[in-house]
């Protein structure tokens, strides 16, 4: 993630696992210039980035994906 958002975050990224829903949430320190109320960057820039994020591959081994009835011909 930092190496994803680096032209936006400036500082430290911390990820927090969500039990029970199999997702994850990424705070991403010094990407507001200064706080939502001080910004120019406002909530819908959370927004974007959230929508980036759909645009990121994510390698899944052969055997992971064929545990869950996957092959490499399902794509998209």
Excluded: T
């Excluded at 936006?8 to 696992?17: L, P």
């Excluded at 120019?40 to 390698?59: C, N, S, T, Y």
């Excluded at 994906?65 to 399902?74: E, I, M, T």
Aim: net charge negative; aromatic share 6%; charged share 25%.
């Amino acid at each position: 993630m930092k190496d994803y958002f680096s032209h936006v975050c400036e500082g430290k990224v911390e990820r927090f696992d969500l039990p029970g829903s199999h997702s994850l949430n990424f705070l991403l320190h010094e990407s507001l210039g200064g706080g939502g109320i001080a910004s120019v960057r406002i909530d819908p820039q959370g927004k974007g980035f959230a929508q980036m994020l759909l645009d990121i591959e994510i390698p899944v081994p052969v055997d992971l994906a064929a545990r869950d009835g996957l092959n490499a011909s399902d794509r998209n």
